[in-house]
């Protein structure tokens, strides 16, 4: 998996804040050693109370460990978790990936239950794919390339993939991601792709114009729009949040691009095929109801993005 897209998981994702946390840290750490060991040191010597300097620093110890433990409680994975970036792509016919990372607070093992439409086509060494209790295929190989490619595997009665035991027409197995064995808090890298990624539900025209580009966004999702960036070669302009099924006009100078700071953004960018004059990336608010069935068990925190608008 690409760094910037590992890097996007953890550090653009507004859950893991390990970034702004770290600086709180060092902080209080500097300032124990900077100034509270010294200052009780001369602050004992002053009063000719030296000889309690060390269980005053036991104390002290105790008292800015507890509030690290605090400061940091949030930080702390309490529930397995899937953490993801989700890219809807429309500059290419349409398509929707999915980079994802499964984490456990725990050693042990766990399954996430993925809607059928998805196919999962990477996994790393510690992530089986499976359906029920799993497929096995003739070599007893656990990690094939997704449900739509499981030729000659088998679940644990025996029937592949495309068999039907009760003539419903339903899908028989039910696809998994199985974290077989697991150190505590180590990630775990999934791709999946959707077969049939309907539309984003999100349309724009962006029209050029003599100071700059003039956009009209229809968003036809229920989920609100909570950012984004009109795109130009290797700089980007922001645009503001926007209402569920609700469209708008926005007005975007020559003057607002700018370089791409976001490494997020910039790996997207980089990631689209074809040459494009400008897109529009646009950030939406979206759960992953339509793509995990056994979510509720699940802290899943992530991004979605869809990328439309692109002009030869």
């Known amino acids: 998996m690409e760094q910037w897209i590992r890097d996007a998981i953890f550090y653009s994702n507004s859950y893991f804040k390990s970034r702004e946390m770290l600086t709180i840290f060092l902080g209080i750490v500097a300032f124990y050693v900077l100034v509270v060991i010294p200052g009780s040191y001369f602050w004992l ?17 105790l008292l800015f460990s507890f509030v690290i433990f605090v400061i940091g409680a949030k930080t702390r994975l309490t529930a397995p978790t899937f953490t993801y970036l989700r890219l809807i792509d429309e500059t290419a016919g349409g398509s929707e ?3 994802a990372s499964l984490q456990l607070p725990y050693k042990g093992a766990a399954a996430i239950e993925l809607n059928p439409d998805y196919d999962v086509v ?3 060494m510690n992530v089986g794919v499976g359906a029920n209790a799993g497929f096995e295929g003739p070599d007893g190989e656990m990690r094939p390339e997704g449900p739509a490619g499981m030729e000659g595997f088998t679940g644990p009665d025996g029937m592949g993939p495309g068999d039907n035991p009760d003539g419903t027409g339903e899908e028989h197995l039910k696809p998994e991601i199985n974290i077989e064995e697991n150190s505590v808090i180590s990630p775990n890298y999934v791709t999946l792709k959707r077969q049939d990624s309907p539309e984003a539900g999100i349309s724009a025209n962006i029209r050029e114009v003599s100071w700059g580009y003039s956009l009209v966004i229809e968003n036809g999702l229920e989920d609100a729009i909570i950012g984004g960036y009109l795109v130009r070669g290797d700089e980007a302009a922001a645009i503001g949040t926007m209402d569920g099924a609700s469209s708008d006009r926005v007005q975007v100078g020559a003057e607002a691009f700018g370089a791409i700071s976001d490494d997020c953004l910039a790996g997207i960018v980089s990631g689209i095929e074809g040459d494009c004059e400008y897109v529009l990336v646009l950030e939406v608010d979206a759960g992953v109801d339509d793509l995990i069935t056994n979510y509720e068990s699940w802290d899943t925190r992530g991004r979605t993005f869809v990328i439309i608008g692109c002009e030869e």
């Open 122 to 124: 990477m996994v790393d």
């Open 45 to 61: 010597k002053k009063r000719d109370k030296l000889k309690y300097l060390r269980e005053y620093i036991i104390v002290v110890s």
């Open 97 to 99: 990936t999915v980079y």
